[in-house]
């Protein structure tokens, strides 16, 4: 069921655009206790999904120091942030339920809209992701490729690595500047400092 949801979330990643940046200090996180407005918690209750600015504040939502990469190919610009409740979406008066909660990053090829790479992560293990075993980056890790997506005639690559505490999963639509190669130094750059 898991797997299913995640995928179903892939798919959702595709079509949200928005923008983000910072980072947050693991006191910074510790002080500052999860807040959603009136409407981020009604989208969060009827979705599952919430919309955020900032790496900073996906940090605190979520509650774990979310990553983002230290290598973006030239051409790509920030889309959206978004997080993600993987299981079924709270009930009322519930901020988060029972959920893992997933941060999910756009990056969107500046000259055609339809290229760009995602960064997912979360707190858990490769048992949640689907793909054949690879090693990516030097951890354990699983490799998924899509000749085709529906509506795209290009090819998407999803790379997933496990660091012993989180997955981190980078996906990219291959076409333009974006090739397998890149896709691997970008998922390489992923990390907490």
């Not at 490729?145 to 005639?153: P, Y």
């Amino acid at each position: 069921m898991k797997k299913l949801i995640i995928g179903l979330i892939l798919v959702m990643l595709l079509l949200v655009s928005v923008s983000c940046t910072t980072e947050a200090t693991e006191s910074q996180l510790e002080e500052e206790k999860p807040t959603l407005t009136e409407e981020q918690q009604e989208l969060w209750v009827e979705r599952g999904i919430l919309l955020v600015s900032t790496i900073e504040e996906a940090s605190r939502l979520v509650g774990y120091q979310v990553a983002a990469p230290t290598f973006i190919p030239e051409g790509f610009l920030p889309g959206s942030m978004q997080l993600n409740q993987l299981g079924p979406p709270p009930q009322v008066g519930d901020e988060w339920g029972d959920g893992s909660r997933v941060a999910q990053q756009v990056w969107n090829w500046s000259s055609e809209r339809e290229i760009r790479f995602f960064v997912m992560q979360f707190q858990g293990t490769l048992e949640n992701v689907q793909g054949v075993p690879s090693e990516v980056c030097g951890d354990s890790g699983k490799r998924e490729f899509f000749v085709n997506r529906e509506g795209s005639e290009y090819p998407l690559l999803w790379l997933h690595r496990w660091d012993g505490e989180r997955v981190y999963s980078v996906g990219g639509i291959l076409g333009g500047p974006l090739t397998e190669e890149i896709l691997h130094k970008i998922a390489c750059s992923v990390g907490v400092e």
